[in-house]
């Protein structure tokens, strides 16, 4: 069986559509297949348009959590559920077309365990593509393992990649597509033109991109902690060499550029440097500060999402564990 994950935020305008596309596409996948659609907290009626794909088909499941957790925790929620073979990730705005998911479960078929996407064009303003290009470098040139460049969620995964995932990667700020790649397995990328959103807003505000880049770029890698140390030698270096300097020009008293220690006052340079300094160690301890959140809501150990109830067809229970 396969089982496709799509995690929903408000996405009534979008939802007939795909289940539409995503009926009509499914023969072309070769297997029996169940849909779980994760409600991560809409306010809209795609709750309510969900329960109906329920009570109509089968193969659709809904998982409804208690609030608005993110996509990623959304994915985590459907992947703990998903019962396949193999496992499907996919946007619910039909970026990622369902059209398209034979090619890559032809590839898993094939004996890859995990196939993901690699999106060819991006379909997307200018800043954004721009910004999405320069975190996919930095994210490459800065973290411990490969994670491939302009790669999405959008994915099939065998199912014991994601057994490893969800039980042997038990950490709370869960960038899937990293914890993906450190998973290592046999994988290959397959390109595919990402699409326009169908309709409606993009629910990922400016601001919650990059909280997504800044989570990427932290959980994979502890190289922003080693810059703050060479930036720190990269200054007190020449800050010592400059003070061994400024003894003997005071003691010798000789010019240089036209200047004799007499006539330096030096107040520039100090209130410069003072500022700068402040500023570096600043940004340093921010950086600090940013691993020791992440330490902390590690050690809290709480569930990064909360499963409210999971609605199949002839079957509404409420969770209650
Ligand atoms: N989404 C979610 N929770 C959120 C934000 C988004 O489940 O807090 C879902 C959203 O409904 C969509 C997918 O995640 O199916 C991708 O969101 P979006 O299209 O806004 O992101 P983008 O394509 O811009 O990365
Ligand atoms: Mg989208």
Redesign the pocket.
């Known amino acids: 069986m396969i089982s496709i994950v799509?995690?929903?935020?408000?996405?009534e305008e979008n939802l007939n559509l795909l289940y539409e596309r995503l009926v009509k596409s499914s023969p072309t996948w070769g297997d029996d297949y169940e849909i779980i659609l994760?409600d991560?907290g809409s306010a809209d009626r795609s709750l309510a348009m969900m329960r109906g794909f329920s009570d109509r088909n089968e193969h659709f499941k809904t998982i409804k959590l208690s609030r608005?957790?993110?996509?990623q925790a959304?994915i985590s929620a459907g992947l703990k559920y998903a019962k396949g073979d193999a496992v499907v990730i996919m946007?619910?705005?039909l970026?990622d077309p369902p059209e398209e998911l034979y090619r890559f479960l032809a590839k898993w078929r094939e004996g890859y365990e995990v196939v993901y996407a690699i999106r060819t064009k991006r379909k997307e303003g200018f800043f954004k593509k721009a910004a999405y290009k320069i975190f996919y470098r930095l994210l490459g040139w800065v973290s411990e393992i490969e994670i491939p460049l302009d790669s999405?969620d959008f994915c099939v995964m065998d199912k014991k990649v994601v057994h490893t995932l969800l039980h042997k990667m038990p950490e709370q700020n869960r960038f899937v597509r990293g914890l993906r790649a450190y998973a290592g397995y046999k994988q290959i990328g397959v390109q595919y033109e990402r699409d326009q959103?169908a309709a409606g807003e993009?629910?990922?505000t400016f601001s919650?991109?990059v909280e997504l880049a800044i989570d990427g770029l932290l959980d994979f890698s502890t190289f922003p902690l080693r810059m703050a140390t060479y930036l720190g030698f990269l200054i007190a270096i020449p800050s010592f060499l400059m003070g061994i300097f400024f003894v003997f020009h005071r003691l010798l008293d000789f010019k240089v550029l036209g200047y004799s220690p007499q006539d330096t006052p030096g107040l520039a340079t100090l209130a410069v440097g003072l500022f700068f300094l402040s500023g570096v160690m600043l940004i340093i301890l921010g950086i600090i500060g940013e691993y020791i959140g992440r330490i902390y809501k590690e050690v809290k150990r709480r569930p990064f999402f909360i499963v409210d109830e999971l609605i199949e067809r002839d079957k509404q229970e409420p969770i209650l564990k």
């Open positions: 799509i995690p929903i935020y408000n996405e994760v991560d608005n957790f993110g996509h959304a946007d619910g705005d970026q999405g959103r993009p629910k990922f919650k991109l």
